[in-house]
Every structure is written in C-alpha cells, then in structure tokens.
C-alpha cells in the first residue's frame, strides 16, 4: 500500500460559496483567495503525478508555498507575516 499525503494550497472551488454560516444559510460569496487558486484539475494532475511517483507527500498550489519554505528557515518571519494577513 502507497500513501501520498497533499498539502493544497488554494485551489478555485465554490466551496466558499458553498459554505453555511452560523445561521445555516449559504454563505454565498467567493472567497477571493480562492478565485485565485490553481484550478482543481490541476491540483488533481499534480497529486496523481506524486502518487505515481510514490511520493509520501507533496505541496500543491502557487505562490502561497512560499510560506512553507519560510516557515522552515526563518520561523520568526514567518508568524510577523501570517500576523498581518486578513482572514478569507
């Protein structure tokens, strides 16, 4: 047995809109992080290209990646820069 463990990042779905708030009624609005995420087509192409390759993981998005990296090498940056970001 292979397992492959994917780490999206932001991928264009309408599960934003799709979501239920508090009230249970559809949330309704795209989130915009989204609407500028990958497709899921290529999210699916690039987690089917690692498990071919019987990766045990693999990062799958765009720019926001980058985040990975510099919460690896410079942890403190990091969390100043999550710090300032608004909630989608």
């Given at each position: 047995?292979?397992?492959?463990?994917?780490?999206?990042?932001?991928?264009?779905?309408?599960?934003?809109?799709?979501?239920?708030?508090?009230?249970g009624?559809?949330?309704?609005?795209m989130d915009p992080g989204q609407a500028n995420g990958i497709s899921a087509e290529e999210c699916a192409k690039q987690y089917l290209k690692?498990?071919?390759k019987r990766?045990?993981?693999v990062f799958?998005?765009?720019k926001e990646l980058l985040m990975v990296h510099i919460k690896r090498l410079f942890p403190s940056?990091?969390?100043?820069?999550?710090?300032k970001i608004k909630p989608t």
């Open positions: 047995i292979g397992v492959t463990i994917a780490y999206p990042g932001r991928v264009n779905t309408k599960i934003s809109v799709n979501a239920i708030d508090k009230d009624k559809s949330h309704g609005v690692a498990i071919t990766k045990p993981e799958i998005g765009g940056l990091f969390f100043k820069i999550v710090s």
